[in-house]
């Protein structure tokens, strides 16, 4: 099995503009129908312009953010990666005061292909893990979560 050399391609391209924490680079890299979903958040990003903000927004709250990619699986259309991003909290959390601070976080993706562009990514972390490094409430941030979830269902809605 195995991914095509564009899917290959295509991700090289994507870890380059995330590297580069570039959100219009990373998404430009995904389908026109795609999709962002980060699990411990339950939170699902729609469409290009939504999946470029949730990067901006990401690289915002760790603005050294950097990824480790431990192992692969490649399975053709799908491609799992599971890693560690580092790097350093120094905002807010969805609006949640935080302390900030240094993170160290394993984390498992998947990643979807279609028509030689990516579908989608699900992401998922510990968010207790996170939270707690952070130095921020994990009941207050899941509360957060759930009202943008709610908004931007609201907003897909219209």
């Known amino acids: 099995m195995g991914a095509t050399t564009t ?8 870890l380059a503009a995330e590297a580069a924490h570039d959100p219009e680079a990373a998404a430009a890299t995904y ?11 339950g939170l699902r990003f729609e469409g290009r312009e939504l ?3 949730q990067y901006a927004t990401s690289w915002q709250l760790i603005g050294d953010m950097a990824a ?7 399975l053709g259309d799908t491609i799992v990666q599971c890693g560690r ?11 949640v005061p935080a302390r900030g601070g240094p993170l160290d976080l394993s984390f498992t993706a998947v990643i979807s292909f279609r028509d030689g562009l990516m579908a989608g ?10 939270c707690e490094q952070a130095g921020v ?10 009202e ?11």
């Open 121 to 130: 990514e699900h992401i998922w972390f510990d968010l207790e893990s996170f």
């Open 7 to 14: 899917a290959k391609e295509i991700l090289a391209r994507h």
């Open 68 to 74: 480790r990619y431990e192992w692969e699986l490649d």
């Open 137 to 146: 409430d994990v009941a207050s941030v899941r509360r957060a979560a759930e």
């Open 148 to 158: 943008l979830a709610a908004s931007l269902a609201a907003a897909a809605a219209v």
């Open 85 to 95: 991003i580092t790097g350093t909290v120094s905002t807010d959390v969805l609006g």
């Open 51 to 53: 999946v470029s903000f």
């Open 31 to 41: 389908h026109d129908e795609c999709w962002y979903e980060n699990a411990a958040l």
